[in-house]
């Protein structure tokens, strides 16, 4: 049992670039998210899905894209990086139905040059 | 904005019993507790969750006060290991959003 995988673990992207965040869970949760983290600050929630085809904005989603074509799969796109957006991000999955735990991937390291 | 205040750090000796408040006086009656913790730069690790009843488990216990304002974490004897980023959120089993609140840094001293 894999729980969240996210690639790449590291990320160095000129500014204007563009990339994707992978993020896959094996677990069948309904409900899959995404997170940064800046330096010596808390998780702030990017954009969120709550089952296959169905997305919403979080705290903070401009400059990001999501989609979620599958139960599995949560990728998460930059269309044009900005060094604003260097930060550490994580993918986090749990069911919607259950009061269970969230499983939390181990994160990407991205810097923007 | 987060549901939840805690206080920005605390500090704790080792072998001593750490008790970590949060406040979640809006909490609905449907929401669940949950507490994570955060160990340098990892991902969030779940520690415990609970709807009204006191929890425990091999890692903490979860004491939730009767009006479910608010609810303390509580690791019997803390060691270096548990120095970490702690966040207590709440949520209903349903297909809300879940934000985190800026948590509380345990520095658990030697």
């Known amino acids: 049992n894999a729980g969240v995988t996210q690639t790449p673990k590291f990320q160095v992207l000129k500014t204007g670039q563009s990339m994707t965040l992978q993020c896959a869970q094996d677990m069948n949760h309904e409900y899959m998210s995404w997170y940064r983290q800046d330096p010596g600050m808390g998780l702030r929630l990017i954009h969120y899905?709550?089952?296959?085809?169905?997305?919403d904005q979080g705290e903070v989603p401009n400059g990001y894209n999501v989609s979620r074509s599958t139960t599995e799969d949560f990728p998460l796109r930059l269309l044009s990086a900005a060094p604003s957006q260097t930060s550490v991000y994580f993918c986090a999955s749990s069911y919607s139905s259950r009061p269970t735990e969230a499983f939390f991937g181990q994160g990407t390291r991205l810097t923007v040059v | 904005d987060a549901k939840t205040t805690q206080p920005p750090s605390m500090d704790c000796a080792e072998g001593r019993a750490a008790n970590l408040p949060c406040n979640h006086s809006?909490?609905?009656?449907?929401?669940?507790v949950y507490w994570y913790r955060q160990i340098h730069s990892q991902g969030p690790q779940y520690i415990i969750h609970?709807?009204?009843n006191n929890e425990t488990n091999e890692m903490a216990s979860l004491i939730i006060t009767e009006d479910r304002k608010s609810s303390t974490l509580i690791l019997p004897h803390a060691t270096l290991r548990d120095t970490a980023v702690y966040y207590c959120i709440v949520r209903a089993t349903s297909y809300d959003k879940v934000i985190f609140g800026p948590g509380t840094s345990l520095s658990v001293i030697p």
């Open positions: 609970g709807l009204k």
């Open positions: 809006t909490i609905s009656g449907n929401e669940y």
């Open positions: 899905s709550v089952g296959a085809g169905i997305t």
